[in-house]
């Protein structure tokens, strides 16, 4: 399951050859970039557990995710409280690391009950720049402690793979979100053979990162390992040390840090508003709709399977979740919701574009090579296509502050070994498709993801309202 991406720290130099201008792009630092710029107002980007969810384990601590980095200082357990019934505080302690807020209840909290949580604008950033309003939500309590270890999912690069850019990020995907204190670089280390590799670790979402200090040492074998002091927002630890190995190659990674989409990556349709279909569709990977229900999922003919966690149906090679379904799917699905919109901000977020406003909007007939592309406006593909070229462990991450729109017929050709696991397309509008599109990529859509009549995607829709489609073939993108 391929729902990582490589991270890399660089100095690149792009080609953008149909307007024969050589830009110098400079990207780096830590990955899972939420926000660089520290003065902007801070936001809380997600929660854990989200807003209204129900069924929250008793024993679970809570957790805010900011969009930039914060002053640790300015969040204790007066700045981030909890209350249950007739705002009775919950006695707790407050932790800050890597942009994210933890609660930690003293005791178990009470089951069945309705619970408020609250950031105030006493939390500031660490340019000193306060919320512009508290951040408020609730939850509600099961009956149930969570006993489930966490484990990982999946990692980047992969076991055994060969040929790794000497830039690469070592990345894993955890089952569920786990506590950000446990997450370092004594429970994440990368060795070359018995000797320790320097670097930084972040986490978010449920994404952990190795960032080594320097390039790996090409044509070299490594071993990655996270042990079983990690534990999960309920003190579950691990089961067993996850180690994997991986050789790398002489080659760099070209292009911004990819952004890693999490347990959303999972997925090749993700919605949260509805996912309908008509025509002959043939979908291969995992679809989901959280919080809406499973009669959101429309023109599927779905059949329960007997564990009533997930459905089938006969256009999709793969699984069909909703919000309703029973556990754990509930909480998987919130963790996947979650981060998505953390992907998206982290994509809008990016700085330090290869170009802006290029071409006013309109890049058909381009051929573009990795790194960041920016508009304020809407993105217009006609139908003679794009081309990006670049090699298989380059990126590209567009940022499109309107609508994107691909003419029918339009076809994204993609040369030079690159991946459409490595294209991220930031839409803050709406993504339409035309007919017969042939389209590469993953989507990040803050509203409407639209396939018309005999579109084709090798990619993933993860939007933030609902996704049509129409007679289209839709595909996870290749390792």
Not at 21 to 42: H, K
Not at 361 to 366: E, L, P, Q, T
Not at 427 to 440: A, D, R
Request: aromatic content about 6%.
């Amino acid at each position: 399951m391929e729902v990582l991406k490589q991270y890399s720290n660089y100095f690149v130099r792009f080609s953008i050859l149909m307007l024969s201008i050589v830009i110098i792009g400079c990207g780096g630092g830590s990955a899972n970039v939420i926000d660089n710029t520290v003065s902007v107002v801070p936001t809380v980007i997600s929660t854990n557990p989200g807003n209204t969810v129900t069924d929250v384990a008793p024993n679970q601590s809570i957790t805010a995710t900011f969009s930039t980095a914060m002053d640790a200082a300015t969040l204790t357990s007066l700045t981030f409280t909890v209350s249950g019934p007739g705002s009775t505080p919950v006695a707790g302690v407050v932790t800050y690391t890597g942009k994210i807020a933890t609660f930690n209840p003293t005791s178990d909290l009470n089951t069945t009950v309705l619970y408020t949580a609250t950031i105030t604008i006493g939390a500031k950033n660490v340019a000193g720049t306060a919320l512009s309003a508290n951040h408020v939500w609730t939850f509600t309590t099961g009956v149930t402690n969570d006993t489930t270890r966490p484990d990982v999912n999946a990692t980047n690069p992969d076991n055994n793979v060969t040929g790794v850019a000497i830039n690469q990020s070592i990345a894993a995907i955890f089952s569920e979100a786990v506590d950000p204190a446990t997450v370092n670089t004594t429970t994440f280390s990368l060795t070359d053979g018995i000797t320790p590799v320097g670097g930084v670790v972040s986490y978010i979402g449920t994404t952990a990162v190795f960032n080594p200090t320097n390039n790996l040492s090409a044509d070299t074998n490594y071993t990655a390992t996270i042990t079983t002091a990690v534990q999960d927002l309920s003190g579950n630890a691990m089961l067993a040390n996850k180690v994997w190995i991986f050789k790398t190659g002489s080659t760099i990674a070209n292009g911004p840090d990819p952004v890693s989409l999490g347990t959303a990556g999972n997925f090749v349709l993700l919605s949260k508003s509805g996912i309908t279909n008509t025509g002959v569709t043939s979908i291969t990977g995992d679809i989901g709709v959280s919080p809406i229900d499973f009669t959101a999922l429309v023109g599927f003919t779905l059949t329960p399977d007997g564990s009533n966690t997930f459905s089938l149906s006969p256009i999709i090679v793969g699984k069909a979740y909703a919000a309703d379904y029973a556990a754990p799917t509930p909480a998987y699905l919130t963790t996947a919701i979650s981060d998505m919109e953390i992907a998206f901000t982290d994509a809008a977020g990016r700085t330090n574009p290869t170009a802006t406003e290029l071409g006013a909007g309109n890049i058909s007939g381009m051929i573009l090579a990795p790194g960041l592309y920016k508009w304020g406006t809407g993105v217009l593909i006609t139908g003679v296509g794009v081309t990006l070229t670049g090699g298989p462990n380059d990126v590209w991450i567009f940022q499109i502050a309107q609508d994107l729109t691909v003419n029918s017929g339009a076809i994204i050709t993609l040369a030079g070994g690159a991946k459409a696991k490595n294209i991220f397309w930031q839409v803050s509008g709406q993504t339409v498709l035309g007919t017969t599109v042939q389209f590469k990529g993953n989507i990040l859509s803050q509203t409407l993801i639209s396939l018309n009549t005999g579109a084709t995607l090798e990619g993933r829709t993860l939007a933030q309202t609902a996704v049509t489609l129409n007679a289209n073939t839709i595909i996870l993108p290749t390792p």
